[in-house]
Protein backbone atom coordinates (compact mmCIF):
# COMPACT_ATOMS: atom_id res chain seq x y z
CA UNK A 1 0.00 0.00 0.00
CA UNK A 2 1.18 3.61 -0.87
CA UNK A 3 1.46 5.75 2.56
CA UNK A 4 3.08 8.77 0.82
CA UNK A 5 5.13 9.99 -2.61
CA UNK A 6 7.78 12.77 -2.94
CA UNK A 7 9.56 14.27 -5.15
CA UNK A 8 13.28 14.70 -4.21
CA UNK A 9 15.91 17.45 -5.65
CA UNK A 10 17.02 15.17 -8.13
CA UNK A 11 15.24 15.35 -11.40
CA UNK A 12 12.35 12.88 -12.11
CA UNK A 13 13.41 11.06 -8.77
CA UNK A 14 10.60 10.90 -6.52
CA UNK A 15 10.10 8.79 -3.15
CA UNK A 16 7.46 6.30 -2.45
CA UNK A 17 6.76 5.33 1.04
CA UNK A 18 5.34 1.63 1.05
CA UNK A 19 3.62 -0.41 3.53
CA UNK A 20 3.70 -4.00 3.28
CA UNK A 21 0.44 -5.27 6.08
CA UNK A 22 1.16 -7.45 8.49
CA UNK A 23 -1.16 -10.24 6.90
CA UNK A 24 0.43 -10.22 3.59
CA UNK A 25 3.68 -10.15 4.89
CA UNK A 26 2.53 -13.00 7.37
CA UNK A 27 1.19 -14.83 4.14
CA UNK A 28 4.52 -14.26 2.46
CA UNK A 29 6.11 -16.17 5.56
CA UNK A 30 4.05 -19.17 5.10
CA UNK A 31 4.91 -19.48 1.68
CA UNK A 32 8.27 -19.35 2.04
CA UNK A 33 8.27 -21.75 4.86
CA UNK A 34 6.72 -23.84 2.66
CA UNK A 35 9.35 -23.55 0.04
CA UNK A 36 12.01 -23.95 2.41
CA UNK A 37 10.64 -27.07 4.88
CA UNK A 38 12.05 -30.04 3.29
CA UNK A 39 15.58 -28.06 3.61
CA UNK A 40 15.53 -27.43 7.43
CA UNK A 41 17.72 -29.16 9.48
CA UNK A 42 17.44 -29.44 13.28
CA UNK A 43 18.89 -31.88 15.40
CA UNK A 44 16.41 -33.84 17.08
CA UNK A 45 14.03 -33.62 13.85
CA UNK A 46 14.05 -35.38 10.31
CA UNK A 47 14.24 -32.75 7.55
CA UNK A 48 10.23 -31.64 6.61
CA UNK A 49 9.15 -32.43 10.31
CA UNK A 50 10.13 -29.47 11.75
CA UNK A 51 7.69 -26.84 12.68
CA UNK A 52 7.80 -23.43 11.75
CA UNK A 53 7.56 -22.29 15.33
CA UNK A 54 10.73 -25.11 16.29
CA UNK A 55 12.37 -23.23 13.10
CA UNK A 56 11.90 -19.45 14.85
CA UNK A 57 13.05 -20.78 18.06
CA UNK A 58 16.31 -22.42 16.99
CA UNK A 59 16.99 -19.38 14.08
CA UNK A 60 15.41 -16.90 15.43
CA UNK A 61 11.96 -14.92 14.50
CA UNK A 62 13.17 -13.22 11.80
CA UNK A 63 14.47 -15.88 9.86
CA UNK A 64 11.94 -16.21 6.83
CA UNK A 65 11.92 -12.19 6.03
CA UNK A 66 13.83 -12.08 3.59
CA UNK A 67 12.61 -14.96 1.81
CA UNK A 68 9.29 -13.55 2.34
CA UNK A 69 9.94 -9.92 1.25
CA UNK A 70 11.31 -11.36 -1.96
CA UNK A 71 8.11 -13.24 -2.40
CA UNK A 72 6.06 -10.22 -2.07
CA UNK A 73 8.11 -7.32 -2.55
CA UNK A 74 7.46 -6.74 -6.24
CA UNK A 75 3.68 -7.22 -6.33
CA UNK A 76 3.49 -4.31 -3.62
CA UNK A 77 5.84 -1.64 -4.82
CA UNK A 78 4.18 -2.36 -8.44
CA UNK A 79 0.80 -1.52 -7.19
CA UNK A 80 2.13 1.77 -5.12
CA UNK A 81 3.44 3.03 -8.09
CA UNK A 82 0.08 2.37 -9.86
CA UNK A 83 -1.52 4.46 -6.55
CA UNK A 84 1.14 6.72 -6.59
CA UNK A 85 -0.43 7.84 -10.26
CA UNK A 86 3.41 8.18 -11.41
CA UNK A 87 4.51 7.36 -15.33
CA UNK A 88 7.54 5.35 -13.59
CA UNK A 89 10.15 4.30 -15.60
CA UNK A 90 12.66 2.66 -13.16
CA UNK A 91 13.09 2.26 -9.36
CA UNK A 92 16.24 3.19 -8.09
CA UNK A 93 17.39 1.94 -4.10
CA UNK A 94 15.11 1.16 -1.73
CA UNK A 95 15.26 1.20 2.28
CA UNK A 96 13.80 -1.11 4.45
CA UNK A 97 12.18 1.49 7.64
CA UNK A 98 10.54 -1.44 9.62
CA UNK A 99 9.86 -4.77 9.33
CA UNK A 100 8.53 -7.20 11.80
CA UNK A 101 5.37 -9.48 12.77
CA UNK A 102 3.65 -5.51 12.54
CA UNK A 103 4.38 -5.50 8.31
CA UNK A 104 7.16 -4.07 6.44
CA UNK A 105 7.46 -0.11 5.89
CA UNK A 106 9.69 0.48 2.74
CA UNK A 107 11.26 3.48 1.11
CA UNK A 108 11.53 3.20 -3.14
CA UNK A 109 13.01 5.81 -5.01
CA UNK A 110 11.76 5.61 -8.60
CA UNK A 111 12.24 7.89 -11.68
CA UNK A 112 9.92 8.57 -13.91
CA UNK A 113 9.55 9.67 -17.50
CA UNK A 114 11.34 12.92 -18.09
CA UNK A 115 10.13 15.67 -19.44
CA UNK A 116 12.07 16.73 -22.85
CA UNK A 117 12.35 19.24 -25.25
CA UNK A 118 12.90 18.72 -28.97
CA UNK A 119 14.65 22.33 -30.25
CA UNK A 120 13.68 21.26 -33.73
CA UNK A 121 12.40 17.97 -35.65
CA UNK A 122 11.06 19.90 -38.77
CA UNK A 123 13.84 21.02 -41.80
CA UNK A 124 16.17 18.26 -40.75
CA UNK A 125 18.80 17.66 -43.29
CA UNK A 126 19.84 14.54 -44.63
CA UNK A 127 21.59 13.53 -47.76
CA UNK A 128 21.61 10.44 -50.22
CA UNK A 129 23.20 9.46 -52.99
CA UNK A 130 21.48 8.94 -56.54
CA UNK A 131 20.46 5.25 -57.10
CA UNK A 132 22.33 4.04 -60.23
CA UNK A 133 22.86 0.43 -60.70
CA UNK A 134 26.01 -0.46 -62.96
CA UNK A 135 26.55 -3.54 -65.57
CA UNK A 136 28.73 -4.60 -63.38
CA UNK A 137 26.50 -4.98 -60.25
CA UNK A 138 23.44 -6.72 -63.00
CA UNK A 139 26.82 -8.85 -63.98
CA UNK A 140 27.53 -10.11 -60.55
CA UNK A 141 23.96 -10.90 -59.45
CA UNK A 142 23.41 -12.64 -63.11
CA UNK A 143 26.89 -14.74 -62.35
CA UNK A 144 24.96 -15.64 -58.66
CA UNK A 145 22.26 -16.84 -60.14
CA UNK A 146 24.16 -19.14 -62.47
CA UNK A 147 25.87 -20.23 -59.37
CA UNK A 148 22.67 -20.92 -57.90
CA UNK A 149 21.43 -23.70 -60.70
CA UNK A 150 24.90 -25.17 -61.23
CA UNK A 151 24.56 -28.96 -60.97
CA UNK A 152 27.69 -30.77 -59.86
CA UNK A 153 28.58 -34.03 -61.46
CA UNK A 154 31.01 -36.53 -60.94
CA UNK A 155 34.27 -37.58 -62.63
CA UNK A 156 35.65 -41.11 -63.13
CA UNK A 157 37.12 -41.10 -66.49
CA UNK A 158 40.46 -38.74 -65.66
CA UNK A 159 42.80 -37.35 -62.77
CA UNK A 160 41.74 -34.30 -60.56
CA UNK A 161 42.62 -30.65 -62.05
CA UNK A 162 42.80 -27.90 -60.78
CA UNK A 163 38.79 -26.08 -60.15
CA UNK A 164 37.80 -29.85 -59.33
CA UNK A 165 35.68 -30.63 -55.94
CA UNK A 166 37.39 -33.96 -54.51
CA UNK A 167 36.48 -35.82 -51.77
CA UNK A 168 39.65 -37.08 -49.73
CA UNK A 169 40.86 -38.54 -46.48
CA UNK A 170 44.21 -36.85 -45.20
CA UNK A 171 46.49 -37.21 -42.39
CA UNK A 172 49.16 -34.80 -41.31
CA UNK A 173 52.54 -35.68 -39.43
CA UNK A 174 55.32 -33.94 -38.59
CA UNK A 175 58.31 -35.52 -37.99
CA UNK A 176 56.88 -39.17 -38.27
CA UNK A 177 54.23 -37.94 -35.57
CA UNK A 178 50.36 -37.32 -36.15
CA UNK A 179 49.24 -33.51 -34.67
CA UNK A 180 46.27 -32.69 -33.77
CA UNK A 181 43.68 -31.29 -35.71
CA UNK A 182 45.79 -32.46 -39.29
CA UNK A 183 43.36 -35.55 -39.94
CA UNK A 184 40.03 -35.71 -42.00
CA UNK A 185 37.74 -38.37 -43.76
CA UNK A 186 35.56 -38.08 -46.53
CA UNK A 187 37.02 -34.07 -46.61
CA UNK A 188 35.21 -31.99 -49.54
CA UNK A 189 37.53 -29.78 -50.73
CA UNK A 190 37.83 -27.60 -54.22
CA UNK A 191 40.99 -27.46 -56.00
CA UNK A 192 42.61 -23.79 -56.07
CA UNK A 193 40.21 -22.85 -53.29
CA UNK A 194 43.06 -21.82 -51.12
CA UNK A 195 41.29 -23.12 -48.54
CA UNK A 196 44.38 -25.55 -47.66
CA UNK A 197 48.11 -24.24 -46.55
CA UNK A 198 50.08 -23.14 -49.76
CA UNK A 199 51.04 -26.49 -51.83
CA UNK A 200 48.23 -28.74 -50.65
CA UNK A 201 46.01 -28.73 -53.03
CA UNK A 202 48.35 -28.36 -56.07
CA UNK A 203 49.88 -31.69 -54.87
CA UNK A 204 46.62 -33.44 -55.33
CA UNK A 205 46.01 -32.36 -59.18
CA UNK A 206 46.84 -35.20 -61.16
CA UNK A 207 46.29 -37.84 -59.33
CA UNK A 208 43.27 -40.70 -59.52
CA UNK A 209 40.11 -41.85 -57.36
CA UNK A 210 41.14 -44.83 -55.31
CA UNK A 211 45.14 -43.44 -55.56
CA UNK A 212 46.95 -42.72 -51.44
CA UNK A 213 49.79 -40.46 -52.07
CA UNK A 214 52.02 -38.23 -50.06
CA UNK A 215 51.64 -34.39 -49.88
CA UNK A 216 54.68 -32.26 -48.53
CA UNK A 217 54.02 -29.37 -47.26
CA UNK A 218 55.81 -26.10 -45.26
CA UNK A 219 53.63 -24.54 -42.44
CA UNK A 220 53.88 -20.84 -43.04
CA UNK A 221 56.20 -19.25 -40.43
CA UNK A 222 52.66 -17.19 -38.98
CA UNK A 223 50.72 -20.48 -37.92
CA UNK A 224 49.55 -21.98 -34.83
CA UNK A 225 52.56 -21.77 -32.65
CA UNK A 226 53.50 -25.60 -32.54
CA UNK A 227 53.56 -26.24 -36.15
CA UNK A 228 54.42 -22.65 -37.70
CA UNK A 229 57.47 -22.97 -40.26
CA UNK A 230 57.51 -27.22 -39.94
CA UNK A 231 57.71 -29.38 -42.29
CA UNK A 232 54.78 -31.80 -42.39
CA UNK A 233 54.09 -35.10 -44.36
CA UNK A 234 50.03 -35.29 -45.26
CA UNK A 235 49.04 -39.10 -46.08
CA UNK A 236 46.18 -38.45 -48.69
CA UNK A 237 43.66 -40.77 -50.23
CA UNK A 238 41.11 -39.31 -53.06
CA UNK A 239 37.85 -40.47 -53.21
CA UNK A 240 35.46 -38.84 -55.87
CA UNK A 241 36.15 -36.08 -58.47
CA UNK A 242 33.08 -33.90 -58.94
CA UNK A 243 32.99 -30.81 -61.15
CA UNK A 244 30.73 -27.55 -61.22
CA UNK A 245 28.67 -27.45 -64.59
CA UNK A 246 27.03 -23.68 -65.12
CA UNK A 247 24.30 -23.56 -67.21
CA UNK A 248 24.60 -21.01 -70.51
CA UNK A 249 23.19 -18.03 -70.25
CA UNK A 250 20.69 -18.52 -73.09
CA UNK A 251 16.18 -17.60 -73.38
CA UNK A 252 15.75 -21.31 -72.15
CA UNK A 253 18.09 -20.59 -69.05
CA UNK A 254 15.98 -17.04 -68.50
CA UNK A 255 12.46 -18.82 -68.17
CA UNK A 256 13.85 -21.72 -66.05
CA UNK A 257 15.59 -19.72 -63.29
CA UNK A 258 13.72 -16.36 -63.26
CA UNK A 259 10.18 -17.11 -65.13
CA UNK A 260 11.83 -13.99 -67.72
CA UNK A 261 11.13 -14.99 -71.71
CA UNK A 262 14.27 -13.51 -72.80
CA UNK A 263 17.85 -13.00 -71.43
CA UNK A 264 17.24 -9.06 -71.82
CA UNK A 265 14.10 -9.55 -69.65
CA UNK A 266 16.19 -11.23 -67.29
CA UNK A 267 18.89 -8.46 -67.13
CA UNK A 268 16.18 -5.73 -66.77
CA UNK A 269 14.00 -7.68 -63.88
CA UNK A 270 17.95 -8.16 -62.03
CA UNK A 271 18.68 -4.25 -62.81
CA UNK A 272 15.10 -3.68 -61.23
CA UNK A 273 15.61 -5.69 -58.67
CA UNK A 274 19.42 -4.23 -57.68
CA UNK A 275 18.01 -0.44 -57.94
CA UNK A 276 14.43 -1.25 -55.49
CA UNK A 277 17.58 -2.89 -53.29
CA UNK A 278 19.63 0.53 -53.12
CA UNK A 279 16.52 2.60 -52.95
CA UNK A 280 15.15 0.87 -49.72
CA UNK A 281 19.10 0.72 -48.40
CA UNK A 282 19.13 4.61 -49.00
CA UNK A 283 15.80 5.29 -47.43
CA UNK A 284 16.67 3.72 -44.74
CA UNK A 285 20.16 5.45 -44.19
CA UNK A 286 18.07 9.13 -44.83
CA UNK A 287 16.09 7.53 -41.80
CA UNK A 288 18.96 7.27 -39.45
CA UNK A 289 20.99 10.25 -40.16
CA UNK A 290 17.41 12.26 -39.17
CA UNK A 291 16.61 10.29 -36.45
CA UNK A 292 20.51 10.76 -35.20
CA UNK A 293 19.71 14.50 -35.62
CA UNK A 294 16.79 14.43 -33.87
CA UNK A 295 18.64 12.76 -31.02
CA UNK A 296 21.29 15.43 -30.78
CA UNK A 297 18.02 18.15 -30.63
CA UNK A 298 16.52 16.12 -27.31
CA UNK A 299 17.06 18.27 -24.10
CA UNK A 300 16.62 16.74 -20.64
CA UNK A 301 17.78 14.49 -18.31
CA UNK A 302 17.78 10.82 -19.30
CA UNK A 303 17.24 8.51 -16.07
CA UNK A 304 19.90 5.96 -15.96
CA UNK A 305 17.83 3.42 -15.47
CA UNK A 306 16.31 4.08 -19.43
CA UNK A 307 19.71 3.62 -20.57
CA UNK A 308 20.44 0.55 -18.60
CA UNK A 309 16.91 -0.70 -19.45
CA UNK A 310 17.69 -0.45 -23.02
CA UNK A 311 20.70 -2.37 -22.86
CA UNK A 312 18.95 -4.98 -21.01
CA UNK A 313 17.19 -5.60 -23.89
CA UNK A 314 19.50 -5.32 -26.59
CA UNK A 315 21.04 -8.12 -24.89
CA UNK A 316 17.78 -10.43 -24.94
CA UNK A 317 17.51 -9.67 -28.57
CA UNK A 318 21.44 -10.35 -29.15
CA UNK A 319 20.85 -13.50 -27.17
CA UNK A 320 17.87 -14.69 -29.07
CA UNK A 321 19.70 -13.92 -31.99
CA UNK A 322 23.17 -15.91 -31.06
CA UNK A 323 20.34 -18.91 -30.09
CA UNK A 324 19.03 -19.30 -33.51
CA UNK A 325 22.96 -19.83 -34.31
CA UNK A 326 23.58 -22.61 -31.30
CA UNK A 327 25.35 -19.96 -29.48
CA UNK A 328 24.42 -17.68 -26.43
CA UNK A 329 25.32 -14.04 -25.35
CA UNK A 330 27.73 -15.27 -22.78
CA UNK A 331 29.95 -17.18 -25.43
CA UNK A 332 29.62 -14.26 -27.64
CA UNK A 333 31.26 -12.35 -25.26
CA UNK A 334 34.07 -15.04 -24.71
CA UNK A 335 34.89 -14.69 -28.39
CA UNK A 336 35.06 -11.19 -28.32
CA UNK A 337 37.11 -10.83 -24.64
CA UNK A 338 34.67 -8.88 -23.37
CA UNK A 339 33.08 -8.67 -20.22
CA UNK A 340 29.39 -7.80 -19.55
CA UNK A 341 30.36 -4.54 -17.80
CA UNK A 342 33.01 -3.73 -20.44
CA UNK A 343 29.61 -4.77 -23.05
CA UNK A 344 27.44 -2.46 -21.40
CA UNK A 345 29.54 0.15 -20.94
CA UNK A 346 30.39 -0.26 -25.01
CA UNK A 347 26.73 -0.20 -25.24
CA UNK A 348 25.76 2.86 -23.27
CA UNK A 349 26.25 6.15 -25.86
CA UNK A 350 23.67 3.91 -28.50
CA UNK A 351 21.29 2.90 -25.37
CA UNK A 352 21.25 6.49 -24.51
CA UNK A 353 20.72 7.72 -28.36
CA UNK A 354 17.70 5.25 -29.07
CA UNK A 355 16.21 6.70 -25.44
CA UNK A 356 16.32 10.29 -26.82
CA UNK A 357 15.27 8.88 -30.09
CA UNK A 358 12.07 7.46 -28.86
CA UNK A 359 11.07 10.37 -26.05
CA UNK A 360 11.71 12.90 -29.15
CA UNK A 361 9.41 10.50 -31.16
CA UNK A 362 6.85 10.16 -28.12
CA UNK A 363 6.81 14.44 -27.81
CA UNK A 364 6.42 14.38 -32.00
CA UNK A 365 3.59 12.54 -31.91
CA UNK A 366 1.70 14.36 -29.10
CA UNK A 367 2.51 17.52 -30.43
CA UNK A 368 1.37 17.00 -33.37
CA UNK A 369 -1.29 15.37 -32.22
CA UNK A 370 -0.76 12.16 -34.46
CA UNK A 371 -3.25 9.23 -33.82
CA UNK A 372 -3.88 5.88 -34.79
CA UNK A 373 -6.86 4.74 -35.76
CA UNK A 374 -8.73 1.27 -34.53
CA UNK A 375 -8.95 0.27 -38.11
CA UNK A 376 -5.35 0.71 -38.68
CA UNK A 377 -4.28 -1.51 -35.60
CA UNK A 378 -6.84 -4.48 -36.77
CA UNK A 379 -4.96 -4.22 -40.47
CA UNK A 380 -1.65 -4.67 -38.53
CA UNK A 381 -3.08 -7.80 -36.15
CA UNK A 382 -3.97 -9.42 -39.61
CA UNK A 383 -0.76 -8.78 -41.80
CA UNK A 384 1.02 -10.07 -38.34
CA UNK A 385 -1.37 -13.17 -38.30
CA UNK A 386 -0.60 -13.67 -42.47
CA UNK A 387 3.29 -13.41 -41.79
CA UNK A 388 3.50 -15.75 -39.30
CA UNK A 389 0.86 -18.45 -40.07
CA UNK A 390 -1.34 -18.20 -37.10
CA UNK A 391 -4.81 -16.73 -35.88
CA UNK A 392 -5.85 -12.97 -35.45
CA UNK A 393 -6.78 -13.62 -31.69
CA UNK A 394 -3.90 -15.61 -31.26
CA UNK A 395 -1.98 -12.59 -32.35
CA UNK A 396 -3.80 -10.21 -30.43
CA UNK A 397 -3.55 -12.65 -27.44
CA UNK A 398 0.54 -12.36 -27.76
CA UNK A 399 0.71 -8.52 -28.73
CA UNK A 400 -0.98 -5.85 -26.68
CA UNK A 401 -3.11 -3.48 -28.54
CA UNK A 402 -1.66 -1.11 -26.50
CA UNK A 403 2.10 -1.91 -27.56
CA UNK A 404 0.76 -1.88 -31.35
CA UNK A 405 -0.58 0.92 -31.13
CA UNK A 406 2.73 2.59 -29.69
CA UNK A 407 4.64 0.91 -32.50
CA UNK A 408 2.84 2.36 -35.16
CA UNK A 409 2.53 5.93 -33.57
CA UNK A 410 6.05 5.59 -33.36
CA UNK A 411 6.13 4.92 -37.30
CA UNK A 412 3.86 7.72 -38.00
CA UNK A 413 6.01 10.13 -35.84
CA UNK A 414 9.00 8.62 -38.10
CA UNK A 415 7.68 9.41 -41.35
CA UNK A 416 6.89 12.69 -39.98
CA UNK A 417 9.88 13.46 -39.07
CA UNK A 418 11.45 11.98 -42.92
CA UNK A 419 8.07 14.16 -44.93
CA UNK A 420 9.59 17.39 -42.93
CA UNK A 421 12.65 16.91 -43.70
CA UNK A 422 15.31 18.30 -46.14
CA UNK A 423 17.04 15.32 -48.14
CA UNK A 424 19.46 16.52 -51.08
CA UNK A 425 20.13 13.77 -53.46
CA UNK A 426 24.25 13.64 -55.25
CA UNK A 427 25.44 11.80 -57.58
CA UNK A 428 27.33 8.37 -57.01
CA UNK A 429 31.33 8.60 -58.03
CA UNK A 430 32.79 5.94 -59.88
CA UNK A 431 34.40 4.51 -56.78
CA UNK A 432 31.05 4.03 -54.82
CA UNK A 433 29.65 2.01 -57.72
CA UNK A 434 32.82 0.00 -57.42
CA UNK A 435 32.11 -0.32 -54.02
CA UNK A 436 28.49 -1.48 -54.22
CA UNK A 437 29.53 -3.95 -56.70
CA UNK A 438 31.70 -5.60 -54.62
Same mark, same amino acid.
Given at each position: ?17 V ?15 A???N????P ?24 A ?11 A ?7 V ?38 S ?8 D ?29 T ?54 E ?11 V????L ?5 K ?9 ? /? ?11 E ?20 ? /?L ?14 V???S?I???I !? ?9 G????M ?5 G ?8 S ?5 E????? !? ?6 A??E ?22 E ?16 L????A ?7 A ?16 E
Amino acid at each position: MLKSSTKTEKANLWTLEVSISAEKFEEAQQKAFAKMKNKISIPGFRKGKVTRGMAAKFYGEGFLYEDALNICYAEEVEAAITESGLDVVGTDKADIKEIGKDGVEITVDVFTKPEINVTAYKGLEASTKKVVVSEDEVKARMDALVERNSRISAVEDRAAQDGDITVIDFEGFVDGVAFEGGKGENYELTLGSGQFIPGFEEQIVGHNIGEEFDVNVTFPEQYVEDLAGKEAVFKCKLHEIKVKELPEINDEFA /QDAADCDTVADLEKQLNDEIAEEKKSASEREVEQ /QLLEKLAENVEGEIPYVMVDSEIDNQI !RDLDYRFSSQGMSFDMYLKYTGMTIEQYRESAKDGAENNVKI !RLALEKIAETEALEVPDEEIEAEYEKFAQQYSMEVDQVKAAVPAENLKKDLLFNKAVKFVIDNAVVTETEETEETEEESAE
